[in-house]
């Protein structure tokens, strides 16, 4: 059964920077398409990034772009968000989500079938 397993959030001040780690077990990670959502309180669940499973194409939400940087290592297993100049609206629970059986990456969480349990972010004024 596949695990996913988000940590790095916590709490920073506006302007800073976290970096989010997604660990997948299984032995289809370096085949899959991964991405990266988040929810805040009230709102629904939005894409944030996603990346292919060769790690050469990444797609950003126009909110995140060019602050907040998808990347992965397949040789281990993992996945990663960088993201700076955090600022108060990015504070969410971010999740790290896994296409099944596409190596493509994708904007619609429908085409993800494994979800993490989630991280907290929040970031202070």
């Known amino acids: 059964q596949v695990q996913l397993v988000e940590s790095g959030g916590g709490l920073v001040q506006a302007g800073g920077s976290l970096r989010l780690s997604c660990e997948v077990s299984?032995?289809?990670?370096?085949?899959?398409?991964m991405g990266w959502f988040r929810q805040a309180p009230g709102k629904e669940r939005e894409f944030v990034a996603t990346?292919?499973?060769?790690?050469?194409?990444?797609y950003y939400a126009d909110s995140v772009k060019g602050r907040f940087t998808i990347s992965r290592d397949n040789a281990k297993n993992t996945m990663y968000l960088q993201m700076n100049s955090l600022n108060p609206e990015d504070t969410a629970v971010y999740y790290c989500?896994?296409?099944?059986?596409?190596?493509?990456?994708?904007?619609?969480?429908?085409?993800?079938?494994?979800w993490g349990q989630g991280t907290q972010v929040t970031v202070s004024s």
């Open positions: 989500a896994k296409r099944a059986s596409s190596s493509f990456s994708s904007i619609k969480a429908s085409e993800y079938n494994n």
């Open positions: 299984g032995r289809t990670f370096s085949s899959s398409g």
């Open positions: 990346i292919s499973a060769s790690g050469g194409r990444t």
